[in-house]
């Protein structure tokens, strides 16, 4: 699946590094089996498309992954329960002695206690994949069917249900999810609520927060962490504005956090691109699509923020032209759109109208007029 992602944006198996494309080593697979009586099931893969061996494992019984290191002698893996415990030399140990294509066979031990190792080795799903952590055949049984609870929530006038999933145990500690429903009225609703009910967990292996902490567990043996939160923030008969508080840690050089917000058209279902309602006085548009504030509109909407802002916060966002917008009753929602080392100098504020409505184009006033 990751390979999928890798292939999207042009990366091919040539362009990788030689080590790359070294003979897979005999132990590299999905198993199922026992340790001792119970039921577990584990990758091992290679670390950084090297030889070294880096894997993860689980217990049926819990489901909780456990990361694995090889280790000296060769076939030795060492257990890691913690992200910080790789020193830790009283870790439980795999002792494997015997790898063939059918499967891997050794012994477990941890502080004079040792039970035998009996996995066989499992059919991959995505044979392709250049990463075996992430593939069906590993994730399939950590994936439960999706509930949901049911909280009645109100902006405004505007009511809804507040659907909150209900996660999994295993993954209690890294994952939690929230989006809404609520009673279609106007003619582009239904479309609305499609929309943001893909947004939610199927119960299936493509599930976003499944391919999300499966793409740490690649790298690291350990689950991310995904959170997402879908929330009505203004609402008319003319339009639906929801805020997306997001954040995660998939695997990369570090987690990610953002706040924005998504508007939609209740009489067409469709989403609207609020730069569209300005004129170039507010918002020019680069020769590569991407939409730019105008010096005078930055400066409006920082003159919005608490005084005491922190000055840096303040300069960063007067230099910054890309800015993300919301719609609320009182006026326009606006925060500079940042880089990471930035992210704190985020800062939503509200431009009330009478200081927007001078930017705005012909179409901007007729659809300011549908918020009245």
């Known amino acids: 699946m990751i390979a999928r992602w890798l292939a999207a944006i042009g990366l091919t198996l040539s362009a990788l590094p030689l080590q ?48 694995l290191k090889a280790g000296d002698p060769p076939g030795n893996w060492r257990e890691q329960a913690d992200a910080r415990d790789w020193d830790n030399q009283n870790a439980p140990i795999w002792s494997l002695t015997k790898v063939d294509a059918a499967g891997l066979s050794g012994t477990w031990s941890d502080q004079g206690k ?43 006038s505007f009511d809804y249900m507040r659907l909150d999933y209900r996660t999994p145990e295993h993954f209690a500690d890294s994952v939690a999810i929230s989006g809404f429903t609520f009673e279609p009225r106007e003619p582009g609703d239904k479309a609305i609520l499609a929309t943001f009910a893909e947004r939610l967990p199927k119960g299936v292996v493509e ?48 987690p990610n956090f953002g706040i924005w917000h998504r508007v939609f058209d209740r009489a067409t279902g469709e989403e609207v691109d609020l730069t569209t309602w300005f004129t170039a006085d507010a918002f020019t548009v ?46 326009l929602l606006a925060s500079p759109a940042l880089p990471h080392v930035a992210a704190a100098c985020e800062i939503w504020t509200t431009i009330p109208w009478d200081q927007v409505e001078p930017f705005l184009s012909d179409k901007g006033r007729e659809e300011r007029a549908r918020l009245r």
């Open 286 to 331: 680069t020769d590569w699509g991407s939409p730019q504030a105008s010096e005078n509109l930055r400066a409006i909407a920082v003159a919005q923020w608490p005084k005491d802002e922190d000055p840096e916060c303040v300069e960063t966002a007067l230099y910054e032209p890309g800015w993300r917008l919301g719609l609320s009753a009182e006026g």
């Open 114 to 156: 040792a039970l035998p190792i009996r996995l066989e080795r499992v059919e991959l799903q995505d044979p392709e994949g250049w990463t075996l952590c992430d593939d069906p055949a590993f994730l399939g049984p950590r994936v439960k069917p999706a509930e949901f609870d049911s909280v009645p929530g109100r902006v405004g």
């Open 20 to 67: 790359a494309q070294a003979p897979d080593p005999d132990w590299r697979g999905v198993f199922k089996g026992t340790i001792g009586r119970h039921q577990v099931v584990a990758c091992l893969d290679r670390e950084n498309y090297g030889n070294a061996g880096r894997g993860t494992y689980y217990y049926m019984r819990h489901l909780k992954l456990i990361a």
């Open 207 to 254: 599930d976003d927060y499944i391919q999300c902490v499966a793409g740490a567990a690649v790298v690291s043996g350990f689950d991310g962490d995904y959170q997402e939160e879908l929330t009505p923030h203004f609402a008319n008969s003319a339009f639906l504005d929801v805020q997306v508080t997001m954040g995660d840690y998939c695997g990369g050089a570090y």
